[in-house]
């Protein structure tokens, strides 16, 4: 290191904070509840070449794939926009999938920070805005051009002038142009306000730029990783998992190498890219990749370029998770964690006990019609699944991983839209079997108020294939789509839902960790008695007597 | 002999004060908390304080007793509550355990998360609904509800929370079930949603009732109990409680909403940091409490701190956002960091030096201590680096060990790093420091202030210490420290006015008001808040109604604050809410949304007893002429500017005489904590022997 570990210490941790500062401003002047309540959308500073440096934690951890797909798409759009070109209060905007996080609705903003005349660091901010236009938040489309508007890395400012055309073009193209806009100006606002920060830091810390900064971080952060895979025995170890896909099962297969230079995950073997949306760009195979290992391995080290150095990714391209253009990619999200399961499948036989087991998969759902007031509407909103189980806890109910997109609240779903929600409860006996059991399901039934249809985008995994149990421990439930209680409908496609019709919706349960005869018998009596686990799933899986909890019911 | 008595029950220690409030002389005693019953040591301590003083007829000569208390707090982080059943709308009985669904940690795979406070089997669905509106969707089965009771009183539950959707708009439901709980089980209490926090978004507002509830048996017993004790003695005043949001309450108030208690200690130092700004008439002022694990600090404009209505309890990580119950109060907004004297270095596998958040705590405390702690500590930094005295910690009653702390600091981080002594301890010093600038900073950021403005005013242990350092770091260019800050929290209690607050939801865009609703739910509140403190005898003429809206642009979903006129609105006065949520916005983001909505979310109203003026007892500045200060001699200390030790002034706090005035370098030692004033700062005493440091721009 060339500072001193106090400097770097101090220096670091303000770059965090300018990171966190201005995912905030983001947040709070942001226009879609996507952004506002469910915090999808990330915040990050990047050195002058584009390099990652310092990502907000907890004003923007939205999910790894908006993260790090920026992180990873910075330094290709800056080739496009060399310095040269580039002056004080502009700002690019762009969403191309295969540079950026994969699909279209997460918009980037990009800005560069100048000090004495010299470019010296990018902010950047991602979002998930309310609209993109095309067939909207979809699984069913046939490319990327069917999916939605798809911007290249353009100026949406030019030296603090906006460039409208750009502006018009978005907004003549989105079904709600004042979200989108609103969104847009928050983000460039808080790119702004970041950058203003990081002159405040060069000029407080006498410093003309962040090269020996940015290297010492991208350094110590690569040699702790480095560190960390050579306590990993050196070897080979692979994972299948297979999916539902969308009409036939698809199977990815992650093989890990751990190396003395890094480690290296090759997805050989994996499908073959599909004609509909859930094709994952590399960027995103990579990001699920990156954070699946930084949570094993270092997960308290801040995330930066020198986590990624030591990491090496391949995919076969024209696979699914390597897509060629034009691909459909706009539900990506649906297929991310298999990817997450493929790489703590294959981790789990070499480091067991800094693994999760296989998660839920989490339901976003989109809906759009006509209100109660007879305007237009779209509105996107998640449900939950199960966790899967830590090698040491019980998996989180109701909570998805790895993503991390929170829910929107009954209320204001209600308020601001005009779905109506009937249910939305933890499934019982759904989190998997074992010693730590799986997380539960989270289920939601709901309608749309009114008596026009709307049209509702199904986009579920996990309806045949459920989360896996690791090192002996039981698979979590399935999801479920069912309209009006009895008829499964296809995870994938769009349907029109009826004035009335009902919909049940679940990611299904997490998988658990070790096997379920050896979990505490007075850990399965309070779930037997929470109704969370049926005395006939104790019985038969956990082999548990239920005449205690009999005991308990006469008392 | 008018006596106001102010206590203030923390989880260490517990702060009595005697105000008397004809000589404005102050009485100060600490103890250590009696954890099992928190109230005798209290009790035991004002006996003896009422000895010391001399009082005789207690019916007479107190004239208010106000007390602070972390019990609602500890019972909630303990699981020493009541046992609590939770009465909801059928199909979400989950919300108080799936919460937000969200991971509070990205990589932290072995996130943990408190456990709700009731568990599943005593949350119970019912059969009823309304909507947004307020509209009765299905009518409440009554029958289910029943039977949901008896199987409570089965399970011999104490207390029930009912927690209805879209309770805010329509509270009957909820009232419905109350009247069925008096009428059938009268032991048992209960909190309704619609009372305790009516605010949109469910699982904030499940979350506050069900901590309401869990707690609401045992603080009412904690509080008669104290109460018949009192009385016993003597004194005839009811006792008034200190809430979170920097009022004080009748203790009837706090039986209904223990959640209000939750921040009263913390609170009663931002008032006393309040009250120190009124008295040198500082409109804006940085309240910086700085502890042995923990540095709080809060804004302060025009007597006023800066509150929210956001606050988590029982969190699993002390520091991270999201780890905690909801709990959806009026709180004063005090940013919390894992910064205090106890806090400890370590060396972290990037080979970088962490300070925090783990805390040697007192005992073993820092390695200084001499009890057995090994780990360097800020403590540690402070003593090498000569801002501490060995010989005069705690007014010499104790004394520290310089050589542990050296071997600490050399052996866990000196060697490792490669630094020698005195960079390890300045490095400690700046990485606290820096910890807590950055969150200082993040915290006035999302105000839209800026601290330069401000005046820092120090207490608890450490602030002193460290103020002038942090100060510099902000940009600040005056910092206060007022004498006796040890006890300020319960100082804080004698200077704050009786007052409550409320909140209703009303979610609607500005320009499709329904004035006749608004101004319905406006008046209620008014009302309830001039008939509770009608009660606690303030007369309704000096009741000031300050009434708030949480506003925003329509489809944002974060809102900010804005300030609403009193009496009956008018189209007039929506034009003026609407220029004032402009100007309010801008004053935050720096920029305004032409052409957007502005919708209302939250309607508050606080009612305010009269300001209690706190005359304190002033020292006359003897014969002295400012700047024969007696000094305690000099010692090493190490300044930045100085690029190292040199030789500076200590002087002895209660020595110093009114009007001196001291340049720095310098440093002031006083029983609970020393001042340490950096070169280029200019200190000035003032006739309560109040230091006010500042430094030329």
């Known amino acids: ?555 | 002999m008018p006596y106001q008595i102010g206590f203030d029950i923390g989880g260490t220690f517990t702060d009595v004060v005697f105000l008397n409030r004809d000589t404005g002389e102050l009485l100060l005693r600490k103890a250590l908390t009696t954890p099992k019953d928190p109230s005798q040591s209290a009790l035991n301590i004002i006996r003896k304080a009422i000895t010391d003083v001399g009082l005789v007829d207690l019916s007479q000569e107190i004239e208010s007793i106000i007390h602070g208390t972390t019990l609602v707090v500890n019972a909630i982080v303990e699981r020493r509550g009541s046992r609590t059943g939770l009465i909801t709308t059928k199909g979400f009985r989950d919300i108080i355990e799936a919460r937000k669904e969200k991971r509070y940690d990205l990589y932290d795979i072995f996130i943990e998360l408190p456990q709700p406070l009731v568990p599943r089997y005593l949350r119970r669905g019912v059969t009823e609904r309304s909507d947004e509106r307020g509209t009765i969707l299905q009518p409440l089965d009554l029958e289910e509800t029943d039977k949901i009771l008896k199987d409570f009183i089965k399970e011999k539950v104490e207390s029930i929370a009912v927690c209805f959707l879209h309770s805010y708009r329509n509270p009957r439901h909820e009232f419905f079930v109350r009247d069925l709980i008096c009428e059938k089980a009268p032991h048992i209490t209960v909190s309704l949603s619609s009372e305790v926090v009516p605010e949109i978004r469910e699982y904030e507002r499940f979350s506050t009732t069900v901590c309401n509830a869990y707690t609401q048996p045992i603080l009412a017993g904690y509080l008669s109990k104290i109460e018949g004790v009192l009385h016993d003695m003597g004194v005839q005043r009811d006792l008034t409680v200190m809430l979170s949001h920097g009022g004080i309450a009748s203790s009837e108030t706090a039986r209904r909403f223990p959640v209000r208690v939750m921040e009263s200690g913390p609170a009663g130092g931002v008032m006393a940091a309040s009250f120190y700004g009124k008295l040198k008439g500082w409109k804006r002022i940085v309240s910086f409490d700085m502890g042995g694990t923990t540095a709080k600090i809060c804004l302060v404009e025009d007597g006023k701190p800066m509150m929210t209505n956001d606050f988590e309890v029982a969190k699993i990580h002390r520091f991270k956002k999201g780890s905690g119950l909801a709990v959806k109060i009026s709180t004063v907004d005090m940013i919390e960091i894992g910064a205090g004297g106890g806090s400890i270095a370590t060396i972290d596998r990037l080979g970088l030096m962490k300070v925090g958040p783990a805390s040697a705590g007192a005992n073993p405390g820092p390695a200084c201590y001499g009890l057995g702690g090994n780990d360097p500590t800020v403590t540690d930094a402070d003593l090498i680096l000569g801002y501490l005295n060995e010989k005069y910690f705690l007014g010499g009653q104790m004394e520290l060990v310089h050589e542990r702390a050296k071997e600490a600091i050399e052996e866990k981080l000196g060697s490792p790093l490669g630094l020698n002594l005195a960079e390890v301890a300045w490095g400690i010093r700046r990485v606290v420091d820096e910890n807590m600038t950055n969150a200082a900073r993040m915290y006035a950021f999302e105000k839209g202030k800026d601290m330069k403005a401000y005046t820092l005013i120090a207490f608890g242990g450490a602030g002193p210490v460290h103020a002038c350092a942090l100060a510099r770091k902000l940009g600040i260019t005056r910092v206060f420290v007022p004498f006796g800050a040890g006890v300020a929290s319960a100082v804080g209690f004698l200077c704050t006015p009786l007052s409550i607050d409320f909140v209703r939801s009303y979610v609607t865009p500005l320009n499709q008001i329904d004035l006749e609703v608004l101004n319905r739910l406006l008046k209620e509140m008014d009302e309830e808040g001039f008939s509770i403190l009608g009660k606690a005898g303030i007369p309704k003429k000096d009741i000031e109604i300050h009434r708030k809206a949480e506003m925003r642009y329509l489809g944002q979903s974060h809102e900010i604050s804005v300030p609403i006129p009193a009496g009956t609105l008018s189209q007039e006065d929506l034009k003026v809410i609407h220029s004032t949520f402009e100007k309010e916005y801008e004053q935050i983001f720096s920029r305004t949304n032409p052409g957007y909505h502005i919708e209302a979310i939250n309607w508050r109203v606080l009612a305010r007893g009269p300001e209690l003026g706190l005359h304190l007892k002033s020292f006359d500045s003897r014969d002295g002429n400012g700047s024969d200060v007696i000094g305690k001699g000099r010692r090493s200390v190490y300044f930045e500017e100085f690029n190292g030790y040199d030789q500076v002034l200590v002087f002895d706090r209660c020595r110093l005489l009114p009007g001196s005035v001291l340049k720095g370098p310098a440093i002031i030692e006083d029983v609970e904590s020393t001042t340490v004033i950096g070169p280029g700062w200019t200190t000035e005493v003032d006739e309560f022997l109040n230091l006010t440091i500042e430094r030329e721009d």
């Open chain 1, 1 to 555: 290191m060339a500072l001193n570990p106090i400097d770097l210490e101090v220096i670091w941790n303000r770059l965090i904070f300018i990171a966190e500062e201005q995912g905030k401003a983001l947040y709070q002047g942001s226009f879609s509840t996507i952004i506002g309540e469910a915090e999808d959308f990330a915040s990050a500073i990047f050195d002058a070449k584009g390099n990652l440096l310092a990502q907000a934690q907890q004003n923007g951890g939205g999910t790894p794939a908006m993260l790090i797909g920026m992180a990873r798409g910075v330094k290709e759009i800056l080739r496009k926009f060399p310095a040269s070109n580039l002056v004080p209060g502009d700002c690019i905007i762009c969403n191309d999938p295969w540079l950026l996080s994969g699909h279209q609705p997460d918009i980037t903003v990009i800005a560069p920070v100048f000090y004495q005349g010299i470019i010296v660091a990018f902010t950047g901010t991602s979002a998930h805005v309310a609209d993109m236009g095309g067939r909207g938040f979809s699984a069913d489309c046939r490319d990327c051009f069917e999916e939605a508007l798809l911007i290249p890395p353009v100026k949406l400012f030019n030296g603090n002038i906006p460039n409208t055309v750009v502006f018009d073009f978005i907004e003549s193209n989105v079904r709600v142009p004042d979200q989108v806009r609103g969104d847009l100006l928050a983000q460039a606002s808080a790119n702004k306000i970041g950058g203003k920060k990081i002159e405040d830091l060069l000029e407080e810390f006498g410093l003309e730029n962040l090269f020996t900064v940015s290297e010492d971080i991208f350094q110590s952060s690569e040699q702790a990783l480095l560190q960390a895979i050579s306590n990993i025995p050196q070897g080979e170890y692979q994972k299948e998992v297979r999916l539902d896909g969308f009409d036939r099962e698809l199977k990815i297969i992650a093989t890990v190498r751990i190396r003395k230079s890094g480690l290296e995950v090759d997805f050989e073997g994996t499908s073959p890219q599909i004609d509909r949306g859930i094709n994952c760009t590399l960027n995103v195979s990579y990001a699920y990749v990156s954070h699946a290992v930084k949570s094993a391995l270092v997960p308290e080290i801040p995330n930066n370029e020198g986590i990624f150095r030591p990491l090496r990714i391949l995919a076969p391209e024209g696979s699914l998770l390597n897509p060629r253009r034009p691909a459909p990619v706009m539900s990506r999200d649906v297929v991310y964690t298999f990817i997450s399961a493929a790489v703590y499948g294959a981790l789990s036989q070499a480091v067991p006990s800094r693994v999760i087991a296989d998660s839920g998969s989490k339901a976003v759902t989109q809906i759009r019609g006509v209100n109660l007031q007879g305007k237009a509407f779209i509105y996107t909103f998640q449900v939950r699944c199960g966790m899967g189980a830590r090698p040491t806890l019980d998996g989180l109910s109701g909570t998805n991983y790895p993503g991390n997109v929170g829910s929107v609240p009954v209320e204001i779903i209600e308020t601001v839209s005009p779905i109506f929600m009937v249910k939305k409860e933890f499934v019982p006996d759904s989190g998997g079997p074992g010693k730590f059991r799986g997380g539960c399901d989270h289920e939601m039934t709901f309608r749309v108020r009114g008596d026009r249809p709307a049209l509702i985008s199904c986009r579920f995994e996990r309806i045949h294939h459920p989360a896996k149990g690791f090192l002996g421990g039981g698979d979590g439930s399935c999801g479920r789509v069912i309209l009006n209680g009895n008829a499964p409908l296809h995870a994938k496609k769009m349907y029109t839902l009826e004035p009335g019709d009902e919909i049940t919706v679940s990611g299904g349960g997490g998988g658990g960790f070790f096997p379920a005869v050896e979990r505490a018998p007075e850990l399965v009596l309070r779930d037997v008695i929470d109704g969370l686990v049926t005395v006939e799933q104790a019985e038969r899986d956990y082999k548990v007597s239920m005449r205690e909890y009999n005991d308990f019911k006469a008392h």
